[in-house]
């Protein structure tokens, strides 16, 4: 809820710490109804069986995990061990799936990090662009090419990609398992020591700025500028749309008039009256978008073969995995969360007017 009176830190503080209280209660919702999913599916204990085990080891397994219990008990011994940092065993991975988590999400953070400073970047400029020359061939340039970055799947978008940058022209590397895997220290952690490194925290371009590694830095930009592209490529479209429509209300306000009354010129009207109140609500598509491409980058960390978080969750899913599909569920939901949270007092910074409750 929003106010216009009162201390605006305090109302700033309420509202923050009446958000993250809000998460408990999201949280055990998803929790809830996955875990119900799972249950629902088979049997949860098929992740944890190999052929090789016997009835008593499988009765062993069912025992350490309660998979004998009453559904609400089970599920009580799930949340219990979550709170406590136990969430239980990634099969796909071969390790707890909080290490799983912490594994992958760097290479996601990353990948989703690099395509948003893209989308933001064409996105807003496309926007502005088109909205100062509405209804010219630049508009409705700008216009199809929104629509076809709603219009076209994602997995076809990448196989394009793949195919005219790597293939035909080979100006970017095929990303590989191996490749990718060993880049982002998930495998590999020798990949730094060559250069005296012995403690990288796993972005690898983070790590290679912070150390001067350059080649290594262009290397991986090679790596990631691919799916990236290919991923935000509906961000942009979203972004263009939304900068445009608010771009083409705010220059019809009073104060925009105003400023070229004044003799101000067009540039100057259009960066710092014009488009700083047009990027309100474009700031609720951008935090959103980002926080649903952290957390569900699936289809194009499955194409590039990227190890983040959406192809694990891929992966997890079609060998049953359901401790991990429950680990990348609740990370996903606090990613969405948090976002919605950083978007609202984004919002009211951008705007002055609003102070938050």
């Given at each position: 809820?929003?106010?216009?009176?009162?201390?605006p830190?305090?109302?700033?503080?309420?509202?923050?710490?009446?958000?993250?209280?809000?998460?408990?209660?999201?949280?055990?919702?998803v929790?809830?109804?996955?875990?119900?999913?799972?249950?629902?599916?088979?049997?949860?204990?098929?992740?944890?069986?190999?052929?090789k085990?016997?009835?008593?080891?499988?009765?062993?397994?069912?025992?350490?995990?309660h998979l004998?219990?009453?559904?609400?008990?089970?599920?009580?011994?799930?949340?219990?061990g979550?709170?406590?940092?136990?969430?239980?065993?990634?099969?796909?991975?071969?390790?707890?799936?909080?290490?799983?988590?912490?594994?992958?999400?760097?290479?996601?953070?990353?990948?989703?990090?690099?395509?948003?400073?893209?989308?933001?970047?064409?996105?807003?400029?496309m926007g502005?662009?088109?909205?100062?020359?509405?209804d010219?061939?630049v508009?409705?340039?700008?216009?199809?090419?929104?629509?076809?970055?709603?219009?076209?799947?994602?997995?076809?978008?990448?196989?394009?990609?793949?195919?005219?940058?790597?293939?035909q022209?080979?100006?970017?590397?095929?990303?590989?398992?191996?490749?990718?895997?060993?880049?982002?220290?998930?495998?590999?952690?020798?990949?730094?020591?060559s250069?005296g490194?012995?403690?990288?925290?796993?972005?690898?371009?983070?790590?290679?700025?912070?150390h001067?590694?350059?080649?290594?830095?262009?290397?991986?930009?090679?790596?990631?500028?691919?799916?990236?592209?290919?991923?935000?490529?509906?961000?942009?479209?979203?972004?263009?749309?939304?900068?445009?429509?608010?771009?083409?209300?705010?220059?019809?306000?009073?104060?925009?008039?105003?400023?070229?009354s004044k003799?101000?010129?067009?540039?100057?009207?259009?960066?710092?009256h014009?488009?700083r109140?047009?990027?309100?609500?474009?700031?609720?598509?951008?935090?959103?978008?980002?926080?649903?491409?952290?957390?569900?980058?699936v289809?194009?960390?499955?194409?590039?073969?990227?190890?983040?978080?959406?192809?694990?969750?891929?992966?997890?899913?079609?060998?049953n995995?359901?401790?991990?599909?429950?680990?990348?569920?609740?990370?996903?939901?606090v990613?969405?969360?948090?976002?919605n949270?950083?978007?609202?007092?984004?919002?009211?910074?951008?705007?002055?007017?609003?102070?938050?409750?």
């Open positions: 809820m929003f106010s216009t009176a009162g201390d830190v305090l109302r700033l503080r309420t509202f923050v710490i009446r958000r993250l209280l809000l998460l408990i209660p999201v949280l055990l919702g929790s809830l109804f996955v875990f119900a999913l799972t249950r629902i599916a088979g049997d949860p204990a098929a992740a944890y069986i190999t052929e085990m016997g009835p008593q080891q499988i009765a062993i397994i069912k025992e350490q995990f004998n219990a009453p559904i609400p008990e089970q599920y009580y011994y799930w949340l219990d979550v709170v406590h940092g136990n969430w239980g065993y990634s099969k796909v991975d071969g390790v707890p799936v909080t290490t799983a988590i912490a594994n992958h999400f760097p290479a996601t953070f990353e990948l989703t990090l690099v395509s948003m400073v893209i989308a933001v970047v064409i996105g807003i400029t502005t662009i088109s909205a100062v020359r509405r010219t061939a508009d409705h340039s700008t216009r199809m090419v929104a629509l076809a970055g709603v219009a076209l799947p994602i997995f076809v978008l990448g196989l394009i990609m793949q195919y005219i940058f790597s293939y022209l080979g100006w970017l590397p095929i990303n590989g398992d191996k490749d990718v895997q060993g880049l982002y220290l998930i495998n590999a952690p020798s990949w730094f020591l250069n490194t012995t403690s990288p925290t796993g972005y690898l371009l983070l790590d290679t700025i912070f001067n590694d350059w080649t290594r830095f262009i290397d991986a930009l090679q790596h990631i500028i691919l799916p990236a592209i290919t991923l935000s490529f509906s961000s942009i479209a979203i972004i263009t749309r939304i900068m445009r429509g608010s771009m083409l209300e705010v220059m019809n306000l009073d104060y925009v008039k105003t400023a070229r003799g101000l010129p067009e540039r100057v009207v259009i960066k710092k014009a488009r109140n047009a990027l309100i609500p474009t700031t609720t598509v951008v935090g959103l978008s980002f926080g649903g491409l952290l957390g569900g980058a289809l194009t960390e499955s194409i590039f073969s990227w190890p983040g978080l959406g192809r694990w969750s891929a992966q997890s899913t079609l060998t995995d359901w401790a991990s599909i429950l680990g990348f569920t609740l990370i996903t939901a990613i969405y969360v948090l976002a949270l950083i978007v609202d007092i984004m919002y009211a910074y951008l705007d002055p007017r609003v102070r938050l409750e």
